[in-house]
């Protein structure tokens, strides 16, 4: 990556190329992940609401994956599913 | 262009800056109120009241929240203007950052007066001194006259430079001394001022922008960098803007120093604000007398003009730096310690003496004027400075 020369940034330090969020990984904060038991899910969406990153990929209504990119492992959707259909786990190396 | 024919008014600092913020007609005034700058906000409200300007005023519950409404009006784009004091300055202190860092050219009038403990409603430059390094451009005026039209020209410095300014005048001394003002006629002020342009405004909704984000050990240091960029700017931008406001309206206001009798002085004091005015009588004096002694009168402090203080003094045996801020670093007040390290490459050592007055509002009298020319007199003859700095006029 190039990085710019403080000539090239923009005064009062804004940002122009918005949004840039999507570029800042914020999955490479994780230390545990969400473990998800498809067979439990009752696809009421409720990982997907609270999740802080929208890291819960639905697809057509229903729960089908988790973008590790993004889940910075806060454990929301663990503690909302009433279904158990998540669990967390130790993030393996 | 011919200099208008002006209007002579009897205003006391506080009016005249009232009164220029009317002329002036900014679209946001977001303030609280604090001695001795209160009557500024005060009579500005009864010109909003009156329908006088088209401002929208917002009467905030602290100087924190004031300067955020300052900092929020103005990325939108606004013109904004404010003013405060003493521990209200001190209050805003976490947001004067963030206005200067942001590039919002927020206009404040301060009156500058002491800070707690003890408590003390009267002058000395602690509070500004305080905020000399969060990226503000700082202009202190000598008397009431200089307020107005600093104030007006300070409009076009400060939204050239996108840079937030300050103009500070001497608590009581002269936010409440009334003293002839030549003002302008409205037209011609708002012909001066023109419209803002801002770098960018929250409201252009076609063109979104994030304003304030986090940035880390990656780019800040780049940011800092270019936020001093636009501070160098504002060096070239003020004399610029001050030299076109005295050809305008024929006034004679100066930009960064005012001189008085330096130029074959042998003893140069430096003083800022109302004491100038002082040492100026003192000087008359001593002049009478035959002894070459003059004024350099420091109006701009931030930027530091550290090249013209530099070549002013160069040709000085003695100087004398007049302080009204402790520094408590045990080596003088704010201004002697910068003096001394913009003299620090000339290769002859100039005898420099500090001296701490006025704190708390302590009377600056022309007694103790003459009593830091005998001082500087002595030093001359001695070729030797005292090893401590001086308090003046303390009770001993």
Redesign the interface.
Known sequence: MK?????D????????D???SPAFKTGEWRIKRPFFYPERCKHDLLCWLYCPDSAVVVKNGRVVDFDMEYCKGCGICVKVCPHEALEMKEEEV | MKPATKETLALTGNEAAAYAMKQINPDVVAAYPITPATEIVQIFSKYVADGEVDTEFVPVESEHSAMSVCIGASAAGARVMTATASQGLALMHEMLYIAASLRLPILMVVGNRALSAPINIHCDHSDTMGSRDSGWIQIYCENTNEVYHTLIAAIRIAETANLPCMVTMDGFIVTHGMENVRVLEDAEVQEFVGKRKPLYSLLDTDNPITIGPLVLYDYYFEYKRSQLEGVLKAKKIIPLVIDEYNKRFGENIPSFVEEYYTEDAEIVIVAMSSAAGTFKEAIDIEREKGEKIGLLRLKVFRPFPYEILREKMKNAQVIGVMDRAETFSTMGGPLSIELKAALYPLEKRILLQDFIFGLGGREFTLENALEVVDILKKIKKDKKVSEEFIYIGIKE
Request: net charge positive; hydrophobic share 45%.
């Open positions: 990085f710019k020369s403080w000539r940034l923009p005064e009062g330090a804004i940002i122009k918005v949004p840039t």
